[in-house]
Each structure stands twice: as C-alpha cells, then as structure tokens.
C-alpha cells in the first residue's frame, strides 16, 4: 500500500495521503495522478476519464491529492474500452454521472 484515502469533510472529494511506510511511491503517484489529469491526454467522446484532481505540496515535501469522489463501479463487458487499462478497472461515477477513473498513478 502506497498511500492512505480519507474523505474531506465535505464529502464531495477524497484526501490521498503517501503511507508513512512507503513515502516515495505514494508521493510519486500522487504526482503521476496529477500530471495524467492535467495533461488533457486520456479523454474520451469529449470528456476527461479521469476523476478531477489537485495537487498540493505540503511544508514537509509531500504531494497531496485532493480527488472528487467516486462510486466504484462493478466492472461489466459493456463498459468503454479504456477501463481495460485502468489497473483493476478501478472506475466509478462521480457527481454527474460519468464513468471515471480513480485509481491511476500507475497508469
């Protein structure tokens, strides 16, 4: 396990902490999520199939991920073809009903 998720007080996003135990790899694939979502790359029929995401550095050089919330989805034959590269098909919907990716720092 690389990294911790907490939802926000809100509800509406979740935190992703890098593990205490593995700080390198959390760190760099909260990173790695980031830069995917920013990059405007993985989009499909107009819309960005990652979930929405933002980094912050923190004072003691950690990458933090703030993440919209997303209900997985149970993975079914018919889903759009980029789930198959998701790693475990980790996909759900976020607020507006779209099919989006939430787990893809190693992407």
């Known amino acids: 396990m690389s990294r911790e998720v907490f939802d926000s ?3 509406r996003n979740v935190w992703k902490l890098p593990y205490v135990g593995s700080f390198h790899d959390g ?3 909260n990173f790695r999520e980031y830069n ?3 990059s ?8 960005n199939y990652l979930a929405k995401c933002r980094l912050i550095h923190t004072s003691d050089s950690r990458n933090v991920l703030l993440m919209e919330k997303v209900e997985y989805a149970e993975y079914q034959s018919n889903m759009p073809f980029w789930v198959d590269f998701v790693d475990c098909q980790q ?4 607020s507006k009903g779209q099919l989006v990716a ?3 720092g190693n992407f």
């Not at 405007?40 to 819309?47: A, L, S």
């Open 36 to 38: 995917s979502f920013i």
């Open 91 to 94: 996909v759900g919907f976020n």
């Open 27 to 29: 760190d760099e694939e």
């Open 9 to 11: 007080a809100s509800k």
């Open 40 to 47: 405007g790359f993985y989009q499909h029929e107009g819309h």
């Open 102 to 104: 939430y787990d893809y």
